[in-house]
Structure formats: C-alpha cells, structure tokens
C-alpha cells in the first residue's frame, strides 16, 4: 500500500497541526506502509528532528511543491497555488489512498475523481467554529457561511472515509450531514518512549508548580486558571506557549487579580523541551471553555503528555475530555469556567498527595492506549478495509 498524506502546513516550525502530522505519518510509516508527505516547500523541514527527536521512519517520505504564494512578490497570501500542484503531482503519481486534514484541500481533491479515495482527518465541525467566531448576521457573514456549509457538506459526504478526534465529533458530523461513509474515531498520541525517558531523568521541584502547557486562545480557559490562583496558596502557576499579544493580555488580568507575583509566563517552549518541563510540575491543568470546540471537538496533545508522565490532571469536565479522563479516577474533573471549583481541586491535590500519586500513575497506565502507533493503526485499519472492500466490489 501507499499513501499520500498532503497538507498546505510548511515543515518549518513546529505548530500543533504539524506535529500531529509528522508523528502520525512516522506512526503510518512504522507499521509497514510506504507514505509521502507533501508539503509546500518553504525551506528545510526543520520541524521533523525537532517534534521527533530523530528523522522520520524510513518508509516514510517527504515531497516539498514549491508554493508561488510564499514568495514576497506574489500578490495574495493564499494556498491556491499550492493546491494546484498538489493536484497535478497525484495525478502523474500512483497512490492507494489519500489522507487529507485540510477542508479545502479536500474539497478540490475531490474534484478529481481520477484521484486515489481520498480518507478525510477532520478536527472540527467548520461552520460551527465559524459561526462561534463570527455571531454576527450581516451579509457577508451569511455569505461565507454558506459557501463554507456547502464545502463542508461535499467533503463531508463524498470522501471514502473519515477520522475524527473525538466521538462526539464523529456523532455531530453523522448527524448535521447525514454522512455515510465510514467513520473512525482517532484520538491525538504521545510518544510514549521520549515520557518514559524523561519521567526517570526528571523530578517535579521542590515548589508546588502548577503547570498549563499549550496554545492560549480563548476557548483554552486560561483566564479562568489565572482567576483561580486569587484562591491558591504556596504555589506557582507556570503557563507556557502563546504569542506574545495573548501572553501580555493574560499579564494584564494577573496583575489587575494580584496574583502577578505568583503566575509566570515561559513562553514558547521546544518540543523537546516540553516532558522535562511537565516532569517538573506538581500538577498539571486543563481547564477549557464551554466551546464546541472545547466541549466536543478537542483532544489535545499535551493532555496525553500529561498522562504519559504520569501526573494529577484537573481538567474541564466536558464531553471532549471525559472520552480519555474520569474524575477521581485518572484526574479530577471540575466545572468549566469555574475558578473558585478549579482552585479547590489545585488544593484539594496539594494537601493530599497520595492522592495525586494515585491519579498520576492511573493516567500513566491509561496513556499506553493512546501511542502514535495505536492512532496510526485505526487511521490504517479503516483506509485497508475500506480498500479491501473497493477491491471486492471490482470482482
């Protein structure tokens, strides 16, 4: 068998979207299956040594189309061009199958039905995010949500197959568009080796250090985090990721609560960096917003980072995180947007610790379900037995 897996994110830096996309295609790889990787080329792919550690699996292979829309001179900033040649190089290439994880990219794939069946990756319900990001009624705004509905639908109903984050998403995308192809829920992994690694070189510091590692949009729930620390005491909350302009925001409120002195902002941190950072943190939070995409479309890396490094968890208690977590269980689990419940968990865990030992070592035995190569084997399973099923129609 081999796949192309296409997807208009450079190999440059290490963004979420394409480190999710090198381990599951190392994962792909590592289970056997020849698969290129087709990207824009924007310069050397830096980003694989740094999310993995290493170069990527021998079966594994990178194509870079050269993309007019990256050079300064070209007069729109938009992955057209790219798509364009993405399209004619399948065309003079032979593949099994296609993994695709952008909606528009899908869209006109799907256009050319010569093409290999294409296996849609999708992350959200789009014209949700949309409509959560844009409430106004004006005409454009209709307008835009119309064509993007009419994308969504035709991705959404006419590719071979699609893998969704979470089942709550594959039960939203059944239902809104009446989808009947198969679907196969495919949670986000971890590297279960780099955490083993680095839960025996690592020890959490002597300062209770609660840690958020991640993105800081909105629907994340950090200011609720910040909120929280006005009730935590003999304590440091570590936030690290985020652009700058989130970052002085968040600044902002913690000096206006008062809580400056004890909120410390790292920054971006390396990918390599990121377990030895949560190996030295007490515990560990995920406190999102009520936000679709928070509440049914989400499933975070660091949250399964977390758990490989086997410590206590406080997360929002929505749909999204009680697929992979159970209060009292693995983590504790407190209502979203909730600052007084969300420092009452964070001092409930810092005056027991027995307790947070317990948690961590049940989320660490749990996270050895959500390797790369488990993620990687549901996505093949699905495209192989869909494929096998083609090949039957044929005969």
């Known amino acids: 068998m081999r796949i192309a897996y296409f997807d208009p994110h450079p190999l440059t830096r290490p963004l979420p979207a394409v480190m999710q996309i090198i381990q599951t295609v190392d994962a792909i790889a590592a289970l056997g299956v020849e698969i290129e990787l087709i ?15 290493r170069d990527l699996n021998p079966r594994a292979h990178i194509t870079l189309i050269p993309d007019l829309s990256r050079h300064w001179w070209f007069p729109l900033h938009t992955n057209r061009p790219f798509f364009w040649r993405a399209r004619r190089y399948l065309q003079h290439g032979h593949f099994d199958a296609l993994l695709v994880r952008n909606l528009k990219l899908a869209g006109r794939l ?12 999708t992350h959200e319900i789009f014209t949700q995010s949309f409509l959560d990001a844009h409430p106004a009624t004006s005409r454009t705004t209709r307008r835009k949500h119309a064509h993007l509905l009419k994308l969504e639908q035709r991705v959404y109903t006419q590719s071979t197959g699609l893998i969704t984050i979470t089942a709550a998403l594959a039960h939203d995308v059944r239902t809104r568009f009446d989808t009947r192809c198969p679907i196969s829920v495919a949670p986000d992994g971890v590297d279960l080796a780099r955490a083993e690694t680095a839960r025996a070189s690592t020890a959490p510091s002597a300062t209770p250090i609660l840690l958020y590692l991640g993105s800081l949009h909105r629907w994340k729930g950090v200011e609720t985090l910040v909120s929280a620390m006005q009730e935590v005491r003999d304590a440091v909350l570590w936030i690290a990721g985020g ?10 409120q913690a000096h206006a609560l008062g809580v400056n002195e004890s909120v410390r902002f790292l920054g971006k941190v390396p990918p390599a960096q990121r377990f030895d950072l949560i190996g030295e943190a007490t515990i560990c939070l995920l406190p999102l917003t009520h936000d679709n995409i928070a509440s049914r479309y989400t499933s975070p890396l660091k949250l399964f980072e977390y758990m490989a490094m086997g410590k206590p968890i406080i997360a929002g208690d929505l749909p ?7 209060s009292e269980c693995n983590s504790l689990l407190v209502p979203p947007q909730d600052p007084l419940a969300l420092a009452a968990a964070i001092n409930r865990l810092l005056a027991e610790p027995d307790l947070a030992e317990k948690l961590g070592q049940r989320a660490a035995a749990d996270a050895k379900a959500y390797s790369w190569q488990a993620r990687a084997q549901t996505i ?16």
């Open 39 to 53: 990207v824009p080329d924007a310069g050397a792919p830096h980003a694989i040594r740094e999310v993995l550690g």
């Open 110 to 121: 799907l256009h050319a039905p010569a093409l290999a069946p294409l296996f849609f990756e």
């Open 243 to 252: 652009e700058a302009q989130r970052i002085n925001e968040l600044e902002r």
């Open 320 to 326: 999204s995180i009680r697929e992979v977590l159970a």
């Open 380 to 395: 093949l399973t699905q495209i192989q037995h869909v494929l096998a099923g083609k090949a039957l129609e044929r005969t």
